[in-house]
């Protein structure tokens, strides 16, 4: 595989095709030299120079036993589907997915659930349900938006997690987990859960419904707009979309839209490229053309027709009048960036530009430096803030090698301040100085650790139960 990355336009139709001499079969030639590859399939040249390649044998007759080998490689039975779709195929034609299923753990699916629980030593608990165990006792250790996860690094505790239940209906399941979460709560147990349970994760009404002509038109009727059938009903709208009905849906909620749902071709997206004029203007007029093109990587042509109408549109005096509308550089290149970057490519910037107002940037000194550093316990609070002229004062303090010399303006004067090495207690103590989590985001002095460590939701959440 080519390691060094050729400069652009180096790869011409002629380079390729020698290229793709250096190859036996079309894969390794797509794998070790891409870009030679895509510029023969963008000329329609692919085939002629891939002429002389053979297929790769890849082909493998399975037999019962085979099958069971590499049955017994996989823990699932999705996974041996995705590891080896041929054996999968071939067990299910010829009846023998019976005898495989012994060899694969037990897994739900979104018609069954389990019910687990996560117990730690000091009588917290987090209760839940799964498709799948042990998938769901890795994302939460390694989430760390998890409440398990956050608990875990704010006091170092290990988790114990059990299941419970063996994997039943999904209704019995979201109905039993309520109940289990009481019997804990009854017994003594801090609960960790930040959301009511039950849930079933996605869209709870639309996750098992089997949608008929019927049903669609059924929850059409509970919706007060085209909007709230598609937001609530998802599964509905592509039921529709589907077989063919959802313009008469549209028209039962007046949706004005004369385009309609199309099935688009080739032939009829390039049809509509000449009554647009860029490709934002495309794909707001043609949103189902525009992704039609897209996941068939052929953008590329929308870019070149209107690269050519870009080059023809903007002449200097066109130019200069739309520069005339706008009273400074920032706000001419967002308002008309095409025209903005046709002056700037051609050399016409500074000409048409010269009525607009030069931008002032602010003039720092230590007084000002000292007045807004006096309000902070962390230059790093600076670098982040909405407020343009305080994230300036950071890059000019780094701009003239000053943001040491200036950290004593700041609150609490960390220069003269040991550094602590933080504990779950010692976090506790900062916390309670504070009278809410704003004061603690702009003068706690462990907060940046407990950013990295990621603490935050359960301080947010102490500040929230102090409040009630």
Known sequence: MNTTRKKRGYWTIERSIEEAKKYQHRSDFKKGSNRAYFVLSKSGLLEQACSHMTKKDTIKIWTKDACICAAKQCKTKSEFNKRFCGAHAIAKQRGWMNELLQYFTPVGSKYKRCIYACEFPDNHVYVGLTYNIDKRIKQHIKNKDSSINQYIQLTGLPPTFKQITEYINYIDASIKE???????????????????????????????????????????????????????????????????????????????????????????????????????????????????????????????????????????????????????????????????????????????????????????????????LSKFSQMEQLKKNEDGLIRGLYWWLKSKKKIIEYKKYLLGDPLNTKKVAWTNELILDDVKKHKNYTDYLYNGRSYQYSRLHGLLDLIKNYYKNEEI
């Open 178 to 372: 309520g109940e289990i979460l009481n019997e804990y709560k009854d017994n003594g147990w801090i609960i960790l859960n930040r959301t009511k349970t039950g849930g079933l994760g996605g869209k709870d009404s639309d996750i098992v419904r089997k949608w008929t002509y019927e049903k669609c038109w059924d929850v059409v009727k509970e919706c007060n707009s085209y909007k709230d059938f598609d937001e609530k009903y998802s599964g509905a709208k592509c039921y529709a979309v589907h077989h063919g009905f959802i313009n008469e849906i549209r028209k039962y909620f007046n949706v004005d839209d004369s385009r309609g749902y199309k099935k688009w071709t080739y032939e009829k997206c390039i049809d509509k490229i000449n009554e647009c004029n860029s490709i934002t203007d495309y794909q707001e007029k043609y949103p189902g053309a525009y992704e039609y093109l897209r996941k068939r990587n052929k953008l590329y042509i929308l870019r070149e027709n209107y690269k050519l109408l870009q080059r023809d549109k903007w002449t200097f005096n066109e130019a200069l009048n739309e520069a005339l509308k706008y009273k400074t550089k920032k706000e001419f290149n967002k308002n008309a960036s095409g025209c903005y970057q046709v002056c700037y490519k051609n050399g016409w910037l500074n000409d048409v530009c010269k009525h607009m107002e030069p931008s002032v940037k602010p003039k720092y000194n230590e007084e000002i430096a000292k007045s807004i």
